[in-house]
């Protein structure tokens, strides 16, 4: 995982946060900032095998994932994806796109700084997302690769499970949140959970949406 | 509230979608033509339907598409979803349109107002 918040061309959105837990690893709560991050427009049939020849990844079906070691790739309509790489490696990724799809009418857009990720693991995970999500969150109904785009109280963003229920650890879900709601997001996320015994953040600015 | 069926992303709360207005209204090919009433007429004229009525939903926080939906006003059952482009389908639903057998035209309020005289005059 990606500790990294500050370097000396950018700082992340929750430079000022350190990683929370809850006790007896019920929750974890953490950002893992600057993955790297680009929507791809068009047809699936046009990015397909561009996506497929950069990355190795098959284009994903309606509200799924596909991943792999590195990347994953998530469905957000259908006639558009994001595409998640690792840390700076988004003009690379950029730069062999616009190779494979060179012609193509399709749109590749590097929205690294957009968003930043925040990762919600362990086996109180879901009960967490439950507080602030109109989501149905069973495990049956929100399945590991599983996507959606959604409101986490007053906050919209990208929820997609990444690891089992089963694993060891819990399950883990990764919340893509603009950068200007990442604040307001962890703090939420953290007065949700406040149930399980996680200390509550207080936001920067503005105020929490009281549940 | 209620949960829509989006076509792209499957049921989700009411609360994740933007209600887009009425559907099928075509936008005016030649309007330097149009008289200011005309004009007027596709802007702000709706039927504001009491009963089944076909709208427009937008899924703001998920897929960000359009599509169309059959909605009974009256009773918020909705009847079915479809794509933008395609002609709404043929569907049943049972009148009166309400749950208290209101007349179907002409809003709620005013039906369920209906007072007699001694009410009237004794409140
Ligand atoms: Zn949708």
Redesign the pocket.
């Known amino acids: 995982m990606n500790a990294v918040k500050n370097t000396p061309v950018r700082r992340s959105p929750l430079a000022h946060r350190t990683a929370m837990s809850a006790p007896d690893d019920v929750l974890h709560l953490s950002e893992r900032a600057f993955d790297a991050k680009i929507v791809l427009r068009g047809l699936p049939e046009a990015l397909g095998p561009a996506v497929a020849k950069v990355t190795g990844l098959e284009l994903p079906s309606a509200t799924r994932s596909t991943a792999s070691e590195t990347h994953r790739l998530l469905w957000q309509?259908p006639d558009e994806f994001l595409l998640l790489g690792p840390m700076d490696s988004e003009s690379a990724l950029m730069s062999a796109l616009a190779v494979e799809l060179e012609g193509q009418h399709v749109q590749t857009v590097n929205v690294t700084d957009y968003h930043t990720t925040l990762v919600l693991s362990g086996p109180r995970a879901r009960e967490t997302l439950m507080t602030l999500s109109t989501l149905d969150l069973h495990p049956r109904g929100f399945t590991p690769d599983q996507v959606a785009?959604t409101t986490f109280g007053h906050a919209s963003g990208w929820l997609v499970q990444t690891v089992d229920d089963g694993a060891e650890g819990g399950p883990s879900f990764d919340i893509l949140v603009r950068w200007s709601h990442a604040d307001y997001l962890f703090c939420e996320l953290t007065h949700g959970a406040r149930a399980f015994g996680m200390p509550e953040a207080k936001p920067v600015s503005g105020e929490l949406m009281e549940i | 509230m209620f949960v829509i069926d989006?076509?792209?992303?499957?049921s989700?709360d009411q609360s994740?979608?933007t209600y887009a207005g009425e559907a099928h209204i075509a936008r005016p090919t030649e309007s330097e033509n149009m008289t200011d009433a005309e004009w007027a007429e596709f802007v702000f004229m709706r039927t504001n339907t009491k009963g089944l009525f076909a709208e427009r939903w937008w899924?703001a926080t998920?897929?960000?598409?359009f599509?169309n939906m059959l909605r009974n006003t009256a009773t918020d059952e909705i009847h079915a979803v479809y794509r933008i482009g395609e002609k709404p389908p043929k569907v049943t639903a049972n009148l009166p349109l309400t749950p208290a057998g209101e007349s179907s035209i002409g809003s709620g309020n005013d039906a369920v107002k209906i007072m007699t005289r001694d009410e009237e005059n004794a409140s």
Request: net charge positive; aromatic share 12%; with cysteine.
């Open positions: 309509s785009g | 989006c076509p792209n992303c499957g989700r994740e979608f899924h998920g897929c960000r598409k599509f």
